[in-house]
Antibody
Framework: EVQLVQSGAEVKKPGESLKISCKGS????????IGWVRQMPGKGLEWMGI????????RYSPSSQGQVTISADRSISTAYLQWSSLKASDTAMYYC????????????WGQGTLVTVSP | QSALTQPASVSGSPGQSITISCTGT?????????VSWYQQHPGKAPKLMIY???NRPSGVSNRFSGSKSGDTASLTISGLQAEDEADYYC??????????FGGGTKLTVL
């Protein structure tokens, strides 16, 4: 069974750094792109970017480029989303998502990690 | 990058059919047969309902169907049931090698 298990909720202050994780199991982690999707409170889904754990190729949406870093450690089947300096506007639910056949479809989702940034 | 265009809300009575549209451009919806639809219940992660315009993953009810004409894709739900009440999002691959979501549609079952 394919599973994506994300790290727990975080409460941070503006300017702090943060790295959240997503551990994949039940499939060949290095064979599929894995990405991150943001959902701000009461809003829709926004695709942030992806990484291919096989060769660590990354792609970002224009709005996420330079704002976050997506990385992975294939030795532990885990992907990461990282901020160096959080803003209040980063408050959102973040989902990791397995992409199938490149960018054709997201077939599996993590349970979500709620990030709250407040003074 | 703006979101694909979906109606903010649709509604229908149990047993009826509804259709949700998803409009993009030739650089996304119109250029690729890689449109997907996701269902999201409150407080839950999205769930894949349709991929590659009209294919259903195993386990998804055949009451859900998808189609595409030009730059607009559509999701149709027939025989509406109370549990279909949720938010629905479309997505499409783009010519920029990214994924773009629609703004989302809230389905209310009356």
């Amino acid at each position: 069974e394919v599973q994506l298990v994300q790290s727990g909720a975080e409460v941070k202050k503006p300017g702090e750094s943060l790295k959240i994780s997503c551990k994949g199991s039940g499939y060949s982690f290095t064979s599929y792109y894995i990405g991150w999707v943001r959902q701000m409170p009461g809003k829709g889904l926004e695709w942030m970017g992806i990484i291919h754990p096989g060769d660590y190729e990354t792609r970002y949406s224009p709005s996420s480029q330079g704002q976050v870093t997506i990385s992975a450690d294939r030795s532990i089947s885990t992907a990461y989303l990282q901020w160096s300096s959080l803003k209040a506007s980063d408050t959102a639910m973040y989902y990791c998502a397995r992409h199938n056949s490149g960018l054709r479809v997201i077939d599996y989702w993590g349970q979500g990690t709620l990030v709250t940034v407040s003074p | 990058q703006s979101a694909l265009t979906q109606p903010a809300s649709v509604s229908g009575s149990p047993g009826q059919s509804i259709t949700i549209s998803c409009t993009g451009t030739s650089s996304d919806v119109g250029g690729y047969n890689y449109v997907s639809w996701y269902q999201q219940h409150p407080g839950k992660a999205p769930k894949l309902m349709i991929y590659d315009v009209s294919n259903r993953p195993s386990g998804v009810s055949n009451r859900f169907s998808g189609s595409k004409s030009g730059d607009t894709a559509s999701l149709t739900i027939s025989g509406l049931q109370a549990e279909d009440e949720a938010d629905y999002y479309c997505s499409s691959s783009t010519s920029s090698s990214t994924l773009r979501f629609g703004g989302g549609t809230k389905l209310t079952v009356l």
